[in-house]
């Protein structure tokens, strides 16, 4: 199996971080969560989405970007509205990172700008985005596809 890692920029919503760790226990896929986030760590809401799951995920939290990106030991290759080249067209590597950023905002430009590959997820015309589980889920299974 590869190492890839999935990791949530200050992720805002509960239910998509227990979902994301559902994802990552099931897929053997390591989670880093940079915070802050925006909800207590053990909320109810996490939980209930993450289910016995949360306790076999593989989850690091970080306290802030600058210290995930120091210890980082990959690609970091980010899902954001505004890249320009689809994820179809990512050449996805063993080490790679898939990073997804805030539910209301995406990541900052000084984020965006460091990033080693940005990719978007094509979608029909006037449609501004999925959530953020369901493109983090899109750009695991592609990268596990490309790597197996």
């Known amino acids: 199996m590869s190492l890839l890692r999935l990791a949530l920029y200050q992720p805002e919503i509960a ?9 990552g226990a099931c897929l053997g896929v390591p989670i880093d969560i940079i915070e802050p986030t925006g909800f207590p760590w053990n909320s109810c ?16 939290r970080h306290q802030s970007f600058d210290t995930f ?3 980082k030991a990959g690609r970091i290759v980010l899902f954001d509205v505004k890249a320009q080249k689809s994820h179809y067209d990512c050449d996805f590597l063993p080490h790679d990172i898939i990073m997804v950023g805030r539910e209301s905002c995406g990541v900052p430009d000084c984020v965006f700008d460091i990033c080693e590959e940005k990719v978007r ?23 596990i596809r490309q790597l197996r």
């Open 121 to 143: 997820i094509h979608m029909v015309p006037n449609v501004r985005s999925l959530n953020v589980a369901i493109s983090a889920a899109i750009g695991i299974s592609e990268a």
């Open 15 to 23: 239910q998509n971080v227990g979902t994301l760790l559902r994802l």
């Open 45 to 60: 809401k996490m939980r209930r989405a993450g289910m016995d799951y949360i306790e076999i995920a593989n989850a690091t």
């Open 69 to 71: 990106f120091k210890q």
